[in-house]
């Protein structure tokens, strides 16, 4: 048998495969089953990550300590939100603008120029979307670790004027 041979046959095994699992999918949608219950399906059982929060604030993912890269302010404002399982209304955002602003002062610890006090500012001001852009960033930082089955216990993430948080189980998260 050549190369072509058993390429064209895992090819023909591929096709049919696929063409199999179409048809199951039809028959569990005939069956009253959402797609959203068969996506579920799909999944497999992957554990959470612990989260480990350096003395330097460098975020490690499990064992094998992967680095979750964020830059100092969209950082600050994930520490934020670890540091309060409860979770954040925005509007509330200027409440905790002192919090934030110790926080970022340790993840930069070069000192808080008056474009850094700005960005806070902006940051913690609900009228503004810096919020939502430093949120999308953590979300990014994640999901290119995850899929989003699983990333979306990591990010911040909630409804329209309702407290958003961190879903991770906070027996996940160490602090160095």
Not at 67 to 90: D, N, Q, R, S, T
């Amino acid at each position: 048998m050549t190369n072509t041979d058993i390429n064209n046959e895992k090819l023909n095994l591929y096709n049919n495969l696929v063409e199999e699992v179409k048809e199951k999918v039809q028959k569990l949608k005939e069956l009253g089953i959402t797609d959203k219950d068969i996506a579920s399906l799909l999944h497999t059982e992957q554990p959470l990550l612990k989260l480990t929060v350096s003395k330097n604030y460098r975020l490690f993912l499990g064992e094998n300590r992967i680095e979750v890269h964020m830059e100092p302010l969209v950082k600050a404002v994930y520490l934020l939100f670890l540091k309060h399982p409860e979770g954040i209304i925005f509007k509330d955002l200027p409440d905790y603008r002192e919090e934030l602003t110790r926080i970022y002062s340790e993840v930069r610890p070069w000192g808080l120029t008056d474009r850094a006090l700005q960005s806070i500012e902006d940051v913690t001001n609900p009228l503004l979307n810096s919020i939502n852009e430093k949120c999308a960033r953590i979300r990014g930082a994640f999901l290119r670790q995850f899929d989003n089955h699983i990333a979306k216990y990591y990010y911040i993430d909630g409804r329209r004027g309702e407290a958003k948080k961190i879903a991770l189980p906070r027996d996940l998260v160490a602090w160095e």
